[in-house]
């Protein structure tokens, strides 16, 4: 449905979701502000709205589906009373996706109908028969669905993965955290979409994320709309950049960037960086507003001329406190 190729890597940050358990130590940055997610696209397959929702017909649909699971060592339960297992919005650039579990069918299928679960449009099943490639790291690590068994097997939960992608394993509600079954989301994009709405920014880093091959990552933004700069917690730091030190990001035209920030419709690409505010200030008796620049880890700054003003007075230089005495003419670097 969009223009972003099958099989692509793309960061999310759900950190702020709340989502419960323990972090897997697997994850490249066990904080959740940058989560990795295969984008499977379109796929005809269904999912459910609640419990007691048995609607298995297939509809069209975009997903990304996270590499890991992301949380361990929890209930299923716990997750579907925080709207977990069956949806809640993650809005995320201006994008109201669905994050949730996705689909895995509820009972086994007959005999000469091939591997996995039945119904055969699960969303579990539908990805891996797109390719296998677009879930990863499921050996020994199930995670859970949103069906519960039918037949023989009716009102047992379902998780997927564990020593085959394919593999399906039943099991009894919980009564204690489940140690070796997690939550591995999926963001279901709205239908409602045009095609070219999404762009990809790339994040141009100080090192390589675990996992990956280079240095940056791609993140989601709304195409043709500005956008907020993303958190630098999670990832690696600058070489010389202490840990209480801010980290800005620069654009391609060498704009600065504070987490946070609006960033502007037209940047594709973001360089973090240990960028150091240096604040011109009047001073006590001086008139003028306080004026900020940035000066990138590393490189020079050229002072500012003069910027203030006082009665009686003339500004020859810069002091570094308050009223103190002239530390750098103008144009200093």
Known sequence: QFTLAPGGRYYFDLSAMDIP?????????????????TYVG???????????????????????IADY????????????????????????SNVNYTLRAPSVGDHHRNEGEGSGLAPIDNEWDTIYQKSADYIKNWYKMRSFGQDIGT???????LSR????????????????????????????????????SLKAVALIMAGYMPGEQQ??????VKNGESFTAPSAEGLPRPDGISEDAQLYWSDENGNCYKPGDTVPAD???????????????????????????????????????????????????????????????????
């Open 21 to 37: 358990g323990t972090a897997n130590s697997n994850l490249p940055d066990s904080t959740l502000h940058y989560v990795p997610f």
């Open 42 to 64: 379109t796929v005809d397959a269904y999912s459910l709205k609640n419990e007691a929702d048995k609607d298995t017909t297939p509809y069209e649909h975009s997903l990304f």
């Open 69 to 92: 699971n992301v949380k361990c060592s929890l209930q299923r339960e716990t997750l579907a009373e925080m709207n977990l297992i069956y949806g809640q919005t993650y809005t995320a």
């Open 151 to 157: 037949g023989n097997v009716e009102g047992w939960y």
């Open 161 to 196: 993965g564990g020593h085959f992608a394919a593999q399906a394993t039943f099991w009894a509600r919980p009564t204690l955290p489940e140690r070796d079954i997690g939550f591995r989301p999926v963001l279901e994009l709205p239908t409602d979409l045009a095609a070219d």
């Open 215 to 220: 240095n940056w990552i791609n993140i989601i």
């Open 267 to 333: 940047v594709s690409m973001l360089s973090i960086t240990g960028d150091y505010e240096v604040i011109y200030l009047p001073g006590t008796y001086g008139a003028g507003s306080a004026v900020t620049d940035m000066k990138p880890h590393n490189n020079i700054l050229t002072l500012r001329g003069a910027l203030f003003t006082r009665v009686g007075y003339t500004q020859v230089g810069w002091s570094t406190v308050d009223g103190g005495e002239k530390v750098y003419d103008f144009k200093d670097i």
